[in-house]
């Protein structure tokens, strides 16, 4: 399933695949698999990529990469989601 999320937080913070792919340190295509819904970023990379895109909230995290804990009912802090 294609992450046009991901696509859309990134044309919106101005930035080219190439771009985000090179400030994480990752290769052009392994973002464009990210982008493509083929593959699903490690936990660091998907916190690197949304720094690069300027995403701040737990809660913008997780509408574009799922859950970023084992158990995606709870926050980083350990609180529950509703």
């Given at each position: 399933m294609k992450?046009t999320?991901?696509?859309?937080?990134?044309?919106?913070?101005g930035l080219?695949?190439?771009?985000?792919?090179n400030?994480v340190g990752i290769?052009?295509?392994?973002?464009q698999?990210?982008?493509?819904g083929e593959?699903i970023?490690?936990a660091?990379?998907a916190?690197?990529?949304?720094?690069?895109?300027?995403?701040?909230?737990?809660?913008r995290?997780?509408?574009?990469f799922?859950?970023?804990t084992p158990d995606?009912?709870?926050?980083?802090?350990?609180?529950?989601?509703?």
């Amino acid at each position: 399933m294609k992450n046009t999320k991901l696509k859309n937080a990134r044309e919106k913070a101005g930035l080219t695949q190439v771009k985000v792919a090179n400030h994480v340190g990752i290769t052009e295509v392994s973002y464009q698999n990210y982008e493509s819904g083929e593959r699903i970023p490690r936990a660091d990379i998907a916190i690197l990529i949304a720094d690069t895109l300027g995403i701040k909230s737990y809660k913008r995290f997780k509408e574009l990469f799922g859950a970023a804990t084992p158990d995606n009912t709870k926050e980083p802090d350990g609180n529950q989601t509703k």
